[in-house]
């Protein structure tokens, strides 16, 4: 009592406020020495932990100090960090380990052991991730042939010697994991599901990458061989078949991908359909604008065929009256030879066809292209539209969408007027998507009403000229 009277006389209450101030910063300073000096010894303390979330409205040469961010920073050694997970398993489409450090890959056990140069994530946390290298992860029947690899962190390449002590292949540039199984073959998911990824995932390269092919199919290698050369310097690797072992200074494992046809920045459909140019040395970027009086010049009409199902019943009475509206007309099936085909729909000014992965050829299309899908029966313009229509819009083309009637669909002569695959498509899509489509995609021809069809064709023309 008689040392708190002297203490009063001694200071003025400004003098005391400050030296109280003083003692309590003075006091937590030493807490959080005994924090330091005995760290490697405890577990965290919970006086670090509690202390963490404290928020001390505290004056330190009269400006404000975050007491609570150092004591974060004494109590756990380092400054506080945002950590990052090597494998990423939250995306709705596709699941992607991207690291960067001692990576060695053993292809016949489909192992990938990762050792990252950086911290990643605290002890504790996931350790191994079992991948499948496919962007579409959400189908089941896609996914169930996709190899599948055990991607697993270790804390150090000491460590990693102990698992996989030899390096059989070094490679200088990183590398890029994935799978040509799935739906492979439908020219569609041949772009939406690896051509479109694997152009997002490996372009910042610039070609200084390899590729890991799982579930490799030699044929769609050949077919797709000039887009893969543009992408890589280097020739591809069958990972399935290699019993070395192969060492990256970094890898991704899986595809990027956005929503279905489309690409998210940093890049846009744009540049993808750039580097298809350059790929396949396309000539024409941007549609010229149609003027009257211009010489005899009449705008290519692409008119894509299908042989199976959803086929142009009468494709002589299409190209007679697009003639006569002054266009030049043609009719062509996308064969095995990409690069060909692909000049043959940039020479044209409107492409048309069935709703069908053949329509995915409008990727080579010029800009300021006209486009027209013709949806047929079954509900399915919801389908059409994400497919195709809002991916068009984004490769700066012109979109139109013709809807046939029950009188130009072939099922209008194999069911009655009243039956409900004609008037209640619906209660087949709730069947499930087989039903549907062994209905109205795999049964399903088209013979489209020239005269009523004229409107549009009319109106493609008058969008060439604008």
């Not at 003083?22 to 005995?38: K, P, Y």
């Not at 619906?426 to 795999?442: M, P, Q, T």
């Amino acid at each position: 009592m008689a040392y708190d009277t002297i203490l009063a006389r001694s200071f003025s209450s400004h003098d005391q406020k400050k030296l109280g101030c003083g003692a309590f910063v003075g006091c937590l300073i030493i807490a959080l020495s005994l924090c330091t000096v005995f760290k490697p010894y405890l577990d965290p303390l919970p006086i670090c932990q509690k202390i963490k979330h404290l928020r001390l409205p505290i004056m330190v040469a009269q400006k404000p100090y975050n007491f609570s961010a150092n004591l974060s920073m004494v109590c756990s050694g380092v400054p506080t960090k945002e950590t990052k997970q090597i494998c990423n398993t939250s995306e709705p489409r596709s699941d992607v380990c991207e690291t960067t450090g001692d990576v060695r890959i053993h292809g016949i056990s489909s192992t990938i052991f990762v050792a990252p140069t950086s911290p990643t994530t605290h002890p504790g946390t996931h350790r191994s991730w079992i991948i499948r290298p496919y962007a579409r992860k959400g189908d089941r029947t896609a996914m169930e042939g996709v190899k599948q690899f055990t991607v697993k962190k270790v804390t150090s390449s000491q460590e990693l010697n102990l698992l996989l002590p030899h390096c059989t292949h070094k490679h200088t540039v990183p590398g890029i994991v994935f799978s040509t199984s799935g739906y492979v073959g439908n020219h569609f998911h041949d772009f939406t599901d690896v051509v479109v990824p694997l152009f997002l995932t490996s372009r910042q390269f610039a070609g200084e990458v390899k590729f890991l092919v799982a579930n490799k199919q030699s044929w769609w290698i050949t077919k797709y061989q000039a887009v893969l050369h543009k992408l890589s310097n280097y020739e591809i690797i069958d990972i399935d078949r290699e019993s070395g072992v192969h060492c990256f200074p970094s890898i991704i494992i899986g595809l990027k991908r956005h929503k279905e046809f489309t690409i998210e920045p940093p890049y846009s459909m744009k540049d993808f359909r750039k580097f298809l140019r350059e790929t396949y040395s396309l000539k024409r970027e941007k549609v010229m604008e149609l003027r009257d009086g211009e010489g005899k010049r009449r705008p290519r009409l692409l008119i894509i065929a299908r042989r199976r199902t959803r086929t142009f019943v009468n494709p002589e009475e299409i190209i007679e009256m697009a003639t006569s509206l002054g266009f030049e007309a043609v009719v062509i099936e996308a064969g095995p030879d990409l690069g060909r085909f692909a000049g043959i729909v940039n020479s044209c000014d409107v492409m048309m066809g069935v709703h069908g992965a053949g329509l995915t050829n409008i990727v080579f299309l010029p800009e300021n292209a006209i486009f027209i899908q013709i949806v047929p029966l079954g509900g399915m313009e919801w389908l059409a539209r994400t497919a195709f229509g809002e991916p068009a819009v984004e490769m700066n083309l012109k979109y139109l969408e013709y809807k046939i009637g029950d009188e130009e669909s072939s099922l209008r002569r194999e069911y009655p007027p009243d039956h409900q695959i004609l008037r209640n498509p619906n209660s087949i899509s709730k069947k499930g998507w087989l039903a549907f489509r062994s209905v109205y995609l795999d049964k399903q021809n088209v013979k489209l009403d020239v005269s009523r069809f004229r409107a549009t064709l009319l109106e493609a023309l008058k969008l060439l000229h604008q």
